[in-house]
Structures are given as structure tokens and as C-alpha cells.
């Protein structure tokens, strides 16, 4: 069964710094990548997904991502971090084949300080 | 394009009373969709899932139970509510197509926040 893991909870930043948030994933085959972001009260938003492909994918609202297989990662970056930037951030692996599930990681909560 | 709706949005309910929260999708057709439960500075919990009318999938033995009457309905059911069973409720839904990247692509609804007393 895959895994996932965002090592870091909490991460403060200032704003218009760069900004990177981990995720590691435990699966034998080519996994679905994803992050979410879920502001306070709110339903989670999909900001980037990787399938296959080209390894840097963008997303929205200034984000990128990595896949690197050798170091099953999938980090979150953004150059310059927004106040608006501040929330909680999801990493979650889909299994290849037949199942529609996705595994997600317990949260990265960002704060970005003025 | 497609919208999920939830509701309620917040609900405050006795221990014991029944529970109803329902879940309903627009402009897309036989999509697969999915319970969630949040818990207070936890992450996502997967309750249910389901692939097609009448046809759910349970992950947690609980007290809770779903039921999909229609195409695009999913409802979330309990006839006793417990404390442990406050939390964040949010539902989501995917395209039909379980081996494929589109049909692993997760959408949330805006979440039903239930508060047992």
C-alpha cells in the first residue's frame, strides 16, 4: 500500500521569501502526485497533479512541483510567498491501475509573516 | 464545468440524534465520489467512496453510514451521533475511470463542519 509523508507540520515563512514543502511517497510503480490547499474553514483546492511526463510541473497561483524518483519526493515550491499564501497544504499518491483512492499526507501548515 | 455542493454547512447536533449530510454534483455524469472526515489538526480521513448508484465502499467501520440514491447524490447517514463524531465533513468526486490519472483527480466541496454535543 503506498504512503505518504510531510515531515515538516508547521513552516513560517515572510512573505515574498521562497518557499518549499516536502512530501515523500512510499510506492513501487510510477505513483499520481497531487497537492491540495485548504484554507481555515474550507473545502481543498487542487493546486498541481503529476501523472508522467515532464518531471517539473506548474500550478496554479505561482506553484510548482518536482517528481524525483530516486528520492520518491514530490516538494511544493513557489518563489515568493503571498500573505494570501498562508494555509494548510496536502500531499496525496494515487495508486497505477484500477482503484480511484488517494493516500494523503497529514498537512503542512504555513504561516507567512508580514 | 463541474460544481460539488455540500450541505449543511455547519451543523450542531445532540449525542444520539440522527445525522444527514448531504453531497451533490453538477455538469459531470456517473462520477466516482468520496466521504471525508477531518478531525481537529488531523489530516483526511477517508470514510466511503463510491463508483456508481448503490454501490459504496466503507474504509472505517463507524457508525456512520452512506447511501447514493442518485448519479450525483451522496449522502452521509448516522442514527445515533457519538462526541468522537464532530469534525469536518467534506465530499469530493472524480471522473469515472479508476485506472487513470483524471479519474484519481480528487474535487472538494466546501465541507460541512458538525459539532456534537
Known amino acids: 500500500a503506498q504512503s505518504v509523508t510531510q515531515p515538516d507540520i508547521h513552516i513560517t515563512v515572510s512573505e515574498g521569501a521562497s518557499l518549499e514543502l516536502r512530501c515523500n511517497y512510499s510506492y513501487g510503480a510510477t505513483p499520481y502526485l497531487f497537492w491540495y490547499v485548504q484554507s481555515p474553514g474550507q473545502g481543498l483546492q487542487l493546486l498541481l497533479k503529476?501523472?508522467?511526463?515532464?518531471?517539473l510541473v506548474q500550478g496554479i497561483k505561482g506553484f510548482e512541483a518536482e517528481f524525483k524518483r530516486s528520492q520518491s519526493s514530490f516538494n511544493l515550491r513557489k518563489p515568493s510567498v503571498h500573505w494570501s499564501d498562508a494555509a494548510e497544504y496536502f500531499c496525496a499518491v494515487g495508486a497505477g491501475g484500477g482503484g480511484n483512492k488517494l493516500t494523503f499526507g497529514t498537512g503542512t501548515q504555513l504561516k507567512v509573516e508580514l | 464545468s463541474q460544481t460539488i455542493h455540500q450541505w449543511p454547512a455547519t451543523l450542531v447536533q445532540p449525542v444520539g440524534s440522527p445525522l444527514s449530510l448531504e453531497c451533490t454534483v453538477e455538469g459531470t455524469s456517473n462520477p466516482n465520489l468520496y466521504w471525508y472526515r477531518q478531525a481537529a489538526g488531523r489530516g483526511l480521513q477517508l470514510l466511503f467512496y463510491?463508483?456508481?448508484?448503490?454501490?459504496i465502499s466503507s474504509e472505517v467501520p463507524q457508525n456512520l453510514s452512506a447511501s447514493r440514491p442518485q448519479d450525483r447524490q451522496f449522502i452521509l447517514s448516522s442514527k445515533k451521533l457519538l462526541l468522537s463524531d464532530s469534525g469536518f465533513y467534506l465530499c469530493?468526486?472524480?471522473?469515472?475511470?479508476?485506472?487513470?490519472?483524471?479519474?484519481?483527480?480528487?474535487?472538494f466541496g466546501p465541507g460541512t463542519r458538525l459539532l456534537v454535543l
Open positions: 463510491s463508483v456508481g448508484i448503490g454501490q
Open positions: 469530493a468526486w472524480s471522473k469515472y475511470g479508476g485506472g487513470t490519472g483524471m479519474g484519481k483527480t480528487q474535487y
Open positions: 503529476y501523472f508522467s511526463g515532464d518531471t
